[in-house]
């Protein structure tokens, strides 16, 4: 009987279309989800670069400021060379001390100068070494291509060797690292070989659920509930098809499914869910 109302239920959906593909979310956001591999190399160089080039501004900052001193340090040497001449040509009784004194200052400006072409030289190393790592380490995108390309084969060899139940327990476990993206093609794969459909729609549902990919959620739902309605995940199966019903603003669908719950698991912890959402 209860397998019959669940059918009804979900039969009486409207939402049919087809499972659509995982996006990798927006590239150009601080914290993108769902990245391949590729995307995931290209969003670390990015961030990388970003750092690397906000580094050499400060670096770049560094230069221009200790160049200002130095030309100070060159400007004031000119001016107290002239003064010098000038003394010289005058031949005063107090000419020698401040001579001794204007002497003593051109020693000391241009030990400070030569201290400040060092650090320019050892900031422009360090810039130069950055920037020679920023080549070294950044990806191209032909460089990307083969390494997935590669990655793909020496997967698709490994992945060949195990059985379809091997296939689950792995797709299972990188479901509850919450490795959506990569767990999902799994699923897939079992789907059409027919291995345990009930349970792999079940979870390509909750991964679309928790990708707030709501119309994919519930049409994988309906099938795994389909297959076989007596599952330990049933209760979650009927809570976040009411929610996600809910989500798409159908208020009506998510009543539906939600009472459903409620009278087929009234103890359980998804059913207390489910009345918040009901009030």
Do not use: C
């Not at 100068?113 to 080549?135: A, F, H, P, R």
């Amino acid at each position: 009987m209860r397998n019959i109302l669940l059918l009804s239920l979900l039969s009486s959906v409207l939402y049919s279309a087809e499972t659509s593909a995982f996006g990798a979310g927006g590239l150009d956001n601080s914290n993108p989800y769902g990245l391949t591999e590729s995307e995931k190399v290209i969003f670390e160089n990015k961030k990388q670069l970003r750092n690397q080039n906000q580094k050499i501004d400060d670096l770049s900052e560094q230069i221009e400021g200790m160049r200002s001193v130095v030309d100070s340090i060159s400007t004031k040497l000119g001016k107290t060379g002239q003064r010098i001449n000038a003394l010289d040509q005058q031949k005063n009784a107090t000419s020698d001390d401040e001579l001794a004194m204007i002497k003593s200052d051109i020693t000391e400006l241009k030990r400070v100068q030569n201290e400040n072409y060092e650090k320019i030289d050892n900031v422009l190393k360090k810039l130069s070494t950055m920037i020679d790592k920023i080549n070294s380490n950044y990806v191209t995108h032909e460089e990307l291509t083969v390494r997935d390309t590669k990655k793909k084969l020496s997967s698709s060899k490994t992945e060949s060797k195990l059985t379809n139940a091997q296939k689950l327990k792995k797709a299972v476990a990188m479901y509850r690292k919450k490795y959506y993206t990569k767990s999902f093609p799994f699923f897939e794969s079992l789907v059409k070989k027919g291995y345990k459909p009930a349970t792999s729609n079940y979870y390509l549902g909750e991964i679309s659920y928790y990708k707030k990919r709501y119309s994919d959620a519930i049409v994988y739902y309906k099938k795994s509930v389909g297959h076989y309605d007596k599952a330990t995940y049933m209760p979650t199966l009927l809570l976040h098809t009411g929610i996600s019903f809910e989500k798409l603003d159908d208020t009506e669908n998510k009543v539906k499914f939600l009472e459903a719950l409620l009278s087929s698991y009234p103890q359980s912890s998804e059913a207390k869910i489910a009345r918040k959402h009901l009030n």
